[in-house]
């Protein structure tokens, strides 16, 4: 049976204190995390008899006739040895069938550390992690993964205030991907200061003329003039990355759809279920987009899901794309208030 599921820095810790198990698999498709796990397993050979009791293989072309030494040499002037496996989701049939016999049986003087770049559902890591020590390096959930951007924005040497946070890490994303958000951003302030929406519209490079949360509430509420004149200044970056644009005014309806949906069901505003994050961004939300009714935001996600087909199926230009899209919001938002 395994002995349970563990953090990087769980291990980290375990590592430092002298308490590993013989066998441990990193699973998660998390690359930073599997760093962690590495410079970890890295740092238990003293730095003088590192080069006699560390072996770092790679799993694509290993072979067991290579594996199995490593793992029964014996530790030279040390209690232990550590051999690790780096991607090991490319181990071939014969390589798996040996390890999983192998972590029935280990050697106890050896540490064997499998980083496995997948999500463990094929049948040898399930079978693997039956049996051994699991390190979770998947992406986190919230709040897990606030937690982790906010560590992260520390150690960078700035801060990071809610509504950034809550924008950032809302959607889930990659670590790696996460992280590079946060050290441009810290690049742009000095050391001790706050990241905050406005910093993030500098590091993605949209112009100050131009405030991007606004606009997403003007064209989520159908507010065309505004919209388009807003839409010229944009351009650059909605050529270049159109989805982002989509993806948050198609979260100001979903929130406008979910409060219309409480109040239609005359939930109290206390018992209304909100996340942390969430909730953050309805509070983020102009009066305009706070007011829509439920049969207009309905609507427009609906619109937006076959926009969004056309987009990714056809050749459309995005500028023309958005204006024809603000033009029938603004129609739509015409018809409600006339009826």
């Known amino acids: 049976m395994a002995r349970g599921k563990l953090t990087p820095a769980d291990f980290r810790k375990r590592a430092r204190a002298g308490s590993l198990a013989p066998v441990y698999a990193a699973i998660g ?61 490319a181990i071939t049939p014969t390589v798996q069938k040996y390890v999983s016999e192998y972590a029935n049986d280990p050697v106890e003087s050896t540490l064997l550390v499998l980083l496995i770049g997948t999500d463990g559902k094929q049948a040898w890591v ?31 040497g700035v801060g990071i205030d809610e509504d950034a946070l809550a924008l950032l890490t809302d959607t889930g994303g990659r670590l790696i991907d996460l992280y590079g ?23 993605w490079g949209i112009r100050e003329e131009v405030n991007v949360w606004s606009f997403f509430d003007h064209v989520a509420a159908g507010d065309r003039l505004t919209a388009l004149k807003e839409l010229e ?13 989509f993806s948050q005014i198609a979260r100001r309806w979903r929130l406008a759809a979910k409060e219309r949906g409480y109040d239609r ?13 969430t909730k953050r961004q309805w509070q983020m939300a102009s009066a305009a987009v706070r007011a829509l009714p439920f049969s207009f ?9 076959v926009h969004d087909r056309t987009r990714k199926t056809r050749t459309l230009d995005p500028m023309i794309g958005f204006a024809n899209l603000i033009h029938r919001i603004s129609l739509d938002r015409k018809d409600v208030n006339n009826g």
Request: proline share 5%; charged share 30%.
């Open 126 to 156: 399930k079978k693997l992690a039956s049996a051994v020590d699991v390190i979770d390096c998947g992406t986190p959930r919230r709040p897990a993964l606030a937690k982790w951007a906010r560590r992260t924005a520390e150690q960078l």
């Open 297 to 305: 935001t309905d609507r427009q996600l609906e619109r937006l899901l």
């Open 29 to 89: 498709g998390e690359l930073l995390l599997h760093d962690a796990v590495e410079h970890a397993a890295r740092a238990i050979p003293d730095e003088p008899t590192r080069d006699f009791n560390l072996d770092i293989l790679h799993g694509d072309g290993l072979d067991a006739r290579e594996l199995a030494p490593a793992l029964s040499a014996l530790p030279v002037m040390a209690e232990r040895r550590v051999v690790l496996v780096k991607h090991a989701e």
């Open 181 to 203: 958000e946060l050290l441009k951003a810290s690049l742009l302030i000095d050391e001790g200061e706050t990241i905050t929406l406005e910093v993030l519209q500098r590091v």
């Open 265 to 277: 069901r005359r939930v109290p505003p206390s018992e209304r279920r909100w996340s942390g994050n």
């Open 233 to 245: 200044v944009l351009q650059d970056n909605i050529d270049k990355d159109s989805g982002f644009f």
